[in-house]
């Protein structure tokens, strides 16, 4: 584990974005975020704001088996309290509207099915989310304070957002239509799904095997409907990555403090070292890691040869 690498025992949260708009939302929430690179993935880590919690950030880019890896690979390495992940998404509900926001109490990897000469069913995989996250979504989304997270100008301009604890439908492609035959297998197969997406079945799949407690929540920028085009084009993806990002920042506020064994507080990866401790040379069962001098607010994490290799 890396935990020795920010001289402190504090888990952090991991939190994972598909595209820029995304990560750029979220980073607005870091206080003096600085560079982490990991196994080639770089990341930003950072206090959230109003509060002690710190996050580990990364843009993982779309598709649910490059966000299975990279959950993976930073679990093994940081040991996250939890992985949320924080993105956009079409709407499949007519009252599940632009800008709202979905907390998902499942995930269903839609794409599973088996294909007959004449018919096609169904074979999905569905997961539920951590428990202790939803607890605290729905607690800590009660009323409107997590809407001050939201940046001046990033409401709708008629409305402000709603917050959905629905379930939520994954799979590898990008749905833009009332008519396709996708679209129609979503509504009769995975009805209760009010958003559909590309990376929370690989979340979920990474979370499950790790065993590490995990959440979505997406912003509405569409309604998968033939006209995403024109709602990107008007700003509806910043929008809702900005909504998705401002639930996320203040689920991950209220999360309760941990505790060591001794039940004292335990201070986050960036509070101060203890006097006279630098960087450390962490030892793990297969490789040794080393972490180089912070220079400009980046630091970089390289990895020594496996055993098999020495």
Same mark, same amino acid.
């Given at each position: 584990m890396f935990k020795g690498e920010f001289d402190s025992a504090a888990s952090p949260i991991v939190v994972l974005t598909a595209i820029s708009l995304e990560f750029n939302a979220a980073r607005e929430h870091l206080v003096d975020p600085r560079r982490v690179v990991h196994e080639n993935t770089w990341c930003e880590v950072g206090t959230v704001t109003g509060s002690e919690r710190e996050v580990i950030l990364a843009e993982v880019g779309p598709g649910n088996l490059r966000t299975a890896v990279v959950a993976e690979q930073l679990r093994s390495a940081f040991a996250p309290r939890a992985i949320i992940f924080i993105g956009v998404a079409?709407?499949?509900?007519?009252?599940?509207?632009?800008?709202?926001?979905?907390?998902?109490?499942k995930i269903y990897a839609y794409d599973g099915s088996?294909?007959?000469?004449?018919? /096609?069913?169904?074979?999905?995989?569905?997961?539920?989310?951590? $428990?202790?996250?939803? /607890?605290?979504?729905? $607690?800590?989304?009660?009323?409107?304070?997590?809407?001050?997270?939201?940046?001046?100008?990033?409401?709708?301009?008629?409305?402000?957002?709603?917050?959905?604890?629905?379930p939520i439908a994954a799979g590898e492609t990008v749905l833009n239509s009332l008519t396709s035959p996708l679209r129609d297998r979503l509504v009769r197969v995975f009805n209760d799904a009010v958003a559909v997406e590309m990376e929370s079945a690989g979340l979920a799949m990474a979370a499950d095997l790790g065993r590490v407690d995990a959440l979505t929540i997406r912003g509405i920028s569409d309604y998968a409907d033939g006209a995403k085009t024109s709602a990107d084009a008007?700003?509806?993806? /910043?929008?809702?990555?900005? $909504?998705?990002?401002?639930?996320?920042?203040?689920?991950?506020?209220?999360?309760?403090?941990d505790h060591g064994a001794d039940g004292?507080?335990?201070?986050?990866?960036?509070?101060?070292?203890?006097?006279?401790s630098g960087p450390k040379q962490v030892n793990r069962a297969d490789r040794n890691g080393v972490v180089n001098a912070v220079q400009n607010g980046n630091q970089t994490i390289n990895n020594g040869p496996r055993a098999a290799d020495r």
């Open positions: 079409g709407s499949l509900k007519a009252d599940v509207r632009l800008g709202d926001v979905v907390v998902a109490t088996k294909h007959d000469s004449d018919e /096609q069913f169904s074979r999905p995989t569905a997961w539920n989310p951590s $428990h202790a996250l939803l /607890q605290t979504a729905l $607690h800590g989304l009660r009323g409107s304070a997590w809407r001050e997270r939201v940046r001046l100008g990033d409401y709708q301009p008629d409305r402000v957002p709603e917050v959905h604890f629905k008007l700003g509806s993806q /910043q929008i809702a990555a900005a $909504h998705a990002a401002a639930t996320a920042m203040a689920v991950i506020a209220a999360l309760p403090v004292a507080a335990i201070k986050g990866i960036n509070s101060p070292a203890a006097p006279g």
